[in-house]
């Protein structure tokens, strides 16, 4: 840190948990959650996730923030700080670099919403009215270069502007504005889905579970899912817990955010699967599935065009709160191991994400067809890489660290004093130490084991 600055804290706990919880509401929630879901059988696949929700993202959580107020350090500092000298280390490094590769996809996603609310304010996404339309109005414009590359710019400004003023006046400011308008525009939206002819088949893929479409990669992406969904295994809840002082609560704390971004990733649900079935269409459309649908409801509504704004302004503001605290980790770990001045580090670093991200963002368009890895362009398979084997090896290595190399004695005092629930401090420890590791560990193993079968049968075509 810069000698003389103070390490700052938290305004207040309802700017934390908004502040954390905006990190974890996301692009995640609103626009990956409907498409996993879809290609991946709809209900079942909610309860998987629901499942490694509660036994590996909750726990993880806690672990992150415990880490995070215990050290007060960013994450390459707390694992110095908790296993300083040993090869633990390189826990920390893999959460800053896992931050980055999100970023270089993320952004461009982020800027993708700029670009429909400029289309919505325009009244291009009301023109819309039928959904061949709508997917053709997105391919030509996630294909066009220039204007990829100018919102994927717009966006990570926007998220530098904000990080540059700090924990306090930037990301908490912000978030206590932005994270109640998203839940308003969203509510307002499932209203309107719900009233749609033709919704209701659209509710029983959502909401009745068909387990003979679940296999074994549908499990991977769940888990995978509710890691990057909670902003687990790469240190953005450490980054944040370091922020929090010794007053707050934890245990509390970790249940809202929990809570807060699985009810976010239903309501959204709840919001486009109504719509889906109600055009007829497949939810198993893929990472353009919200942009396809979405012009087609509004164009064929009243005030559609007001509608239109709000969704993308929604869309907007989930990805900014949660790009903020990706690009925070890295910040805070160059402010804090470095010395550098937080002004240089967003500078610096944002420029350096704007560029790396600039394969991503030219994915749809003249990069359609540069494969990195057997048959994924750059934007597919840095998403698979950070969601599927970045996050949960990383989620690992915490929860071992915590649990057999530091020790949870050393920690356990962090979470809420006064809390009647011993019990949960318990079940907590008991999960960290032997639940999560295990299944974790379980899942890497099947997550090889499906990837070298996929690999294998990708190099026997070539070879044929
Ligand atoms: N949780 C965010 C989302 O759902 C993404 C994210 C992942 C943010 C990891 C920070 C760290 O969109």
Not at 348 to 368: D, R
Request: net charge neutral.
């Amino acid at each position: 840190m810069a000698p003389g600055t103070e390490r700052e804290q938290w305004g207040s706990k309802i700017g934390f948990i908004l502040a954390a919880a905006g990190s974890a509401i996301g692009l995640g929630n609103i626009w990956k959650f409907p498409y996993v879901a879809g290609e991946n059988g709809g209900a079942a696949f909610v309860l998987i996730y629901i499942f490694f929700v509660m036994v590996l993202g909750l726990p993880i959580m806690i672990a992150e923030l415990v880490i995070g107020r215990h050290t007060e350090k960013d994450p390459v500092g707390a694992f110095k700080a908790i296993a300083g000298g040993t090869k633990w280390e390189f826990v920390g490094y893999l959460g800053v670099l896992t931050g980055f590769f999100i970023l270089t996809f993320y952004n461009v996603v982020g800027g993708w919403t700029i670009g429909y609310i400029v289309k919505s304010v325009m009244g291009e996404v009301t023109a819309v009215h039928d959904t061949a339309t709508a997917q053709r109005v997105f391919s030509e414009f996630s294909a066009n270069p220039a204007l990829m590359i100018l919102y994927h710019f717009l966006f990570t400004a926007t998220c530098m502007i904000i990080v540059v003023k700090g924990i306090r006046n930037g990301i908490e400011r912000w978030s206590k504005v932005l994270m109640p308008l998203l839940f308003v525009i969203l509510l307002i939206l499932i209203g309107k889905g719900l009233s749609m002819e033709g919704g209701i088949a659209g509710l029983k893929f959502f909401l009745q579970p068909d387990f003979s479409k679940i296999t074994m990669s549908s499990v991977i992406s769940a888990l995978g899912q509710s890691f990057f969904s909670l902003s687990l295994g790469m240190g953005a809840m450490i980054t944040y817990g370091s922020y929090l002082s010794r007053q707050d609560k934890i245990l509390h704390s970790a249940l809202y955010i929990v809570f807060l971004d699985t009810f976010i990733a239903i309501l959204a649900g709840l919001a486009i699967f109504p719509a889906v079935f109600a055009m007829n269409m497949s939810p198993g459309e893929g990472p353009g599935l919200i942009f396809h649908i979405i012009p087609v409801v509004f164009g064929n509504m009243s005030y559609g065009i007001v509608f239109a704004v709000l969704f993308f302004m929604l869309l907007f503001i989930a990805a900014l709160t949660s790009a903020m605290s990706l690009l925070e980790v890295t910040v805070a770990y160059i402010i804090d191991e470095k010395g550098w001045s937080r002004r240089k580090a967003v500078c610096v670093f944002g420029t350096t994400i704007f560029i790396l991200g600039i394969p991503a963002a030219l994915s749809f368009g003249v990069m359609k067809n540069v494969t990195v890895f057997f048959g994924n362009n750059f934007f597919d398979f840095m998403d698979k890489l950070t969601s599927n084997y970045m996050l949960p090896v990383g989620g690992f290595f915490i929860a071992v660290c915590l649990g057999w190399k530091y020790g949870l004695e050393n920690t356990i005092h962090e979470l809420d004093p006064d809390t009647r629930i011993i019990s949960l401090k318990e079940l907590w420890a008991f999960t960290i130490k032997f639940v999560s590791p295990f299944l974790l560990l379980l899942m890497f193993i099947m997550l090889v084991k499906d990837d070298v079968a996929g690999i294998l049968s990708g190099l026997t075509e070539l070879l044929r």
